[in-house]
Nanobody
Framework: QVKLTESGGGLAQAGDSLKLSCVAS????????MGWYRQAPGKEREFVAV????????YYSPSASGRFTISRDTAKYTLTLQMNNLHPDDTAVYYC??????????????????WGQGTQVTVSS
């Protein structure tokens, strides 16, 4: 059983930075990709960023591109999301995800192999 544990969320003001981390534990872990999704109150969960585990190829949502940076440490089974220049509309619960496929290519969020429990990010204006 793989467990993903996020940390690093919290309160921030517009323009601030936060860094989220996700540590994978459990059985042998070698996903094809890991990524971040977020869910704001009353909205559907949405894609933020993804990175391929072996090669480090990254993809970002338009809202994340240029402000957020996804990275991974394969030796420590850790995924991070550096978020700069935060906006109030970045307020959401942020979820770490891992899959044997490229996350953005998975047609349904329900089909994604592994999810973390989420970490709250709140950005005030």
């Amino acid at each position: 059983q793989v467990k993903l544990t996020e940390s690093g969320g919290g309160l921030a003001q517009a323009g601030d930075s936060l860094k989220l981390s996700c540590v994978a534990s459990g059985r042998t872990f070698s996903p094809y990709s890991m990524g971040w999704y977020r869910q704001a109150p009353g909205k559907e969960r949405e894609f933020v960023a993804v990175i391929t585990w072996r090669d480090g190829v990254t993809y970002y949502s338009p809202s994340a591109s240029g402000r957020f940076t996804i990275s991974r440490d394969t030796a420590k089974y850790t995924l991070t999301l550096q978020m700069n220049n935060l906006h109030p509309d970045d307020t959401a619960v942020y979820y770490c995800a891992a899959d044997r496929r490229l996350l953005v290519a998975v047609s349904s969020l329900d089909d994604i192999d592994h999810w973390g429990q989420g970490t709250q990010v709140t950005v005030s204006s």
